[in-house]
């Protein structure tokens, strides 16, 4: 299995520094689009894909959706009131 592109990686690939890839990645102003587009064509090229687990991390955001049923329910028993 190969390992995973970091933000490193790409920096160092474009010629860059690794903030300027954060900032690129994260679509953060300041950045001229000469040098954002050689980011994302060294991140395309060396199949960078983000890590969610470290997005969320980072974010403090899961974009996950609990539920919780406080009645239970009783299937089997439901099954013999079928028609």
Request: net charge positive; proline share 4%.
């Amino acid at each position: 299995m190969t390992p995973r592109v970091t933000s490193t990686d790409i920096a160092r690939h474009a010629g860059v520094s690794r903030t300027t890839v954060s900032f690129v990645l994260n679509q953060i102003a300041g950045v001229s689009s000469k040098t954002r587009d050689r980011v994302l064509m060294t991140a395309r090229k060396l199949g960078y894909v983000p890590n969610s687990a470290a997005r969320m991390l980072v974010s403090g955001r899961s974009h996950t959706l609990g539920l919780v049923i406080s009645a239970p329910i009783y299937y089997w028993s439901m099954r013999s009131y079928r028609v």
